[in-house]
């Protein structure tokens, strides 16, 4: 028998923070932290100057970029950044209009 008065817990293993949500469905909360322009194109270059060649596409002139920010960064799935996710948003309001 093993009698215990203010005994610590066990430390098991893992520990911590939880598994990382990686289901392509996840819902993720997040807080809107800056909606701004789209970068505008640039236009001819100065006499003389070499044109460079346009590997990527300019933004759409119609869109708007947006800063979100994850309190529960755990359950964006990894390798997000790479592109090889579509995200879409829905935007709720915070409380129903009456």
Do not use: H
Not at 10 to 35: F, H, S
Not at 56 to 66: E, F, I, M
Not at 70 to 97: C, D, M, Q, W
Request: glycine share 14%; proline share 10%.
């Amino acid at each position: 028998m093993d009698i215990f008065i203010g005994g610590t817990t066990r430390v098991g293993p893992g520990g911590g923070r939880g598994k990382p949500d990686t289901e392509a469905t996840a819902l993720i909360e997040a807080k809107l932290l800056d909606i701004r322009s789209p970068r505008r194109r640039r236009g001819n270059p100065p006499n003389g100057a070499e044109r460079r060649e346009r590997s990527q596409s300019g933004d759409p002139v119609d869109a708007k970029v947006v800063v979100l920010m994850i309190p529960e960064g755990l359950k964006i799935p990894r390798g997000v950044e790479s592109g090889n996710y579509r995200i879409f948003l829905k935007f709720v309001p915070r409380f129903p209009a009456r």
